[in-house]
Nanobody, 123 residues
Framework: QVQLVESGGGLVQAGGSLRLSCAAS????????MGWFRRAPGKEREFVAF????????YYVDSVKGRFTISRDNAKNTVYLQMNSLKPEDTAVYYC????????????????WGQGTQVTVSS
């Protein structure tokens, strides 16, 4: 069993940066692939970024490529999402997820989910 807790959200002006963290409990964290998703107001939850268990592979939705970076520290059981050049359209609740997904963006194939952290980008 793995529990995920996100932190690092907040209010930032457009062009600013935030780093989200997702702390995992459980000794099996390092064996799971991890993803970040977000749900904007009035929209469905969408895929943002993925990192495989060894941190050898990453994958991003086109809208965040070049601005967001996903990373992980398996010794600390933590996955990060560094968000730079934030835009108002990045405003959303951000969730981390873990598991062995069939595809990075396949939400239904992630096993574990955090409760989310709010990111608000003002213009």
């Amino acid at each position: 069993q793995v529990q995920l807790v996100e932190s690092g959200g907040g209010l930032v002006q457009a062009g600013g940066s935030l780093r989200l963290s997702c702390a995992a409990s459980g000794r099996t964290f390092s064996s799971y692939d991890m993803g970040w998703f977000r749900r904007a107001p009035g929209k469905e939850r969408e895929f943002v970024a993925f990192i495989n268990w060894s941190a050898g592979n990453t994958y991003y939705v086109d809208s965040v490529k070049g601005r967001f970076t996903i990373s992980r520290d398996n010794a600390k059981n933590t996955v990060y999402l560094q968000m730079n050049s934030l835009k108002p359209e990045d405003t959303a609740v951000y969730y981390c997820a873990g598991g062995r997904p069939l595809r990075p963006e396949a939400q239904n194939s992630y096993t574990y989910w955090g409760q989310g952290t709010q990111v608000t980008v003002s213009s």
